[in-house]
């Protein structure tokens, strides 16, 4: 019975189902054990986007694929796959996953520079990584970060972002009025599209600098854990 | 005697920081307080004009810090105000010709002369700009309600912080109607970017231009709108600061009614 209980095991919910497997078992104990728990969450495998992970470097792609095949034939999940980029899943990131257990963020050193108060017309702000401003950027002032940019109040001067070619990065700002946005090798100027009252962010989106409400659309929700920046 | 150095500022030309020294040194001046404006615009010399002393100019500011003369025969006394004086500029030096620091050695002996002393500020951020702030204790940044005027504003009030001076602005040449009709940036949305305290509000007057032409001082006119807002300035820096930046005599309010559908654009 031990051995059955660690043969298939449900590890997540998060953005989909997360389920370890035992690889040295054999595939037939292996279905019978996806089916036990498949069954128990009845429903909710319906369309689920599920990840085998066998917990070891070796792709067992054969037994993947079949074991995937069952799974959307007899519970209706909508795809199977390993986990993204098992190599990389290196020591370094078991380490910063447990940073929530050990709160080793404690001992870090930014790589976030936070300033408080006004940038004024002609000041340029230059940050490494990220930048934060606890306060307003005038007009004709100027912040530049290698990472994302956030002000907590407007945003009415020139702001670049992943500078100088990282197209990943924001720029958020509670008051959003800049003259120009730079997002990695991208600028646009003028205020793409301004709500007054509303908490807006840049990112680009199909080669382009979009601006979406940033409420809506929670740009930090593919960040699944913790981590210190 | 522990005068106070005052400098008059706005990075940006023509808006009215000349007009604004004369008149608020004249104002203070009226006050009884001893008073001293000095043009810092060398090469390029205003002051005297405008408060009508150029025909008067023997010494100027550049003798004075050379040792050429003493600040008594450079200070050239008005003759219609009582305990207002003019150190000019001089018309053939350039701003090179003096330092930071012949400044802050002169500025001692003015402390002790007088209670008050006013410094025209040329437009720009070099060395004028250097010499002029030097040994300022505080400073009269002057801005119109037009986005580049905010935009040099601002930049000067960051040299003013990095230099541990905290200034006050002035907002000149206002017209009401116009910023009544939205044509024109109200006074609240300059100090919406700017965030320094408001010492003076100032509206376009034609009497600054008819002083200038005349040589009859502004704050001489009792009728001038421009005039009487330079008289409270002065008194608001010299011991009235809670003196409310209304004119009383406008009634109507509206500096405070008025619309912010310019506020976009800035
Ligand atoms: N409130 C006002 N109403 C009408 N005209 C004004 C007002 N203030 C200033 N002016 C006019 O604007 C012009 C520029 O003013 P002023 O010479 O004081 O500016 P400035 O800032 O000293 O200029 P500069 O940078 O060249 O030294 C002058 O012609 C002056 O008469
Ligand atoms: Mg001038």
Known sequence: ?229 | MEGKIIVVTSGKGGVGKTTATACIGAAMAMQGKQVVVIDMDIGLRNLDVVMGLENRIVFNIVDVVKGRCKIKQAAIKDRRIDNLFLIPASQSDNKDSLTPEDIIRLSKSLRGRFDYIFMDCPAGIERGFENAVAAADEALVVCTPEVSSIRDADRIIGLLYAKSITPKLIVNRIVPEMVARGDMLSHEDVVEVLSIDLIGLVKMDDKVVVATNTGLPLVLQKDSEAGNAFHRIAQRLNGQPNLPIENSDNGKGFWRSLGRKLRRRN
């Open chain 1, 1 to 229: 019975m031990n051995e059955h209980r660690q043969a298939v095991r449900l590890k997540g919910v998060g953005d989909g189902l997360w389920v370890t497997i035992d690889p040295s078992q054999s595939v037939d104990l292996l279905k019978r054990d996806l089916t036990a728990i498949f069954k128990r969450l009845n429903e909710m495998a319906v369309n689920s986007k599920v990840t085998l992970d066998t917990e070891t470097n070796e792709s067992h792609t054969n037994l993947l694929d079949e074991l995937g095949l069952f799974l959307k034939d007899r519970f209706r999940v909508a795809t199977v796959s390993a986990p993204p980029n098992r190599r990389s899943r290196s020591r370094e990131e078991e380490r910063i996953r447990k940073r929530d257990v050990d709160r080793s963020w404690q001992h870090h050193r930014s790589h976030v520079l936070m300033l408080a108060g006004r940038v004024r017309s002609g000041q340029k702000v230059t940050a490494r990584k990220h930048l934060t401003i606890m306060g307003d950027v005038n007009p004709g002032a100027e912040i530049v970060a290698g990472g994302d940019i956030l002000v907590m109040g407007s945003l009415k001067g020139k702001a670049a972002a992943g500078y100088p070619d990282d197209e990943e990065k924001i720029i958020l700002a509670l008051d959003f009025q800049p003259e120009q946005l730079q997002i990695g090798g991208h600028v646009v100027t003028g205020i793409p599209s301004f709500k007054e009252g509303r908490a807006q962010f840049a990112h680009i989106v199909n080669n382009t600098i979009l601006v979406d409400d940033y409420l809506k659309n929670n740009p930090f929700g593919r960040l699944p854990w913790p981590e210190v920046l």
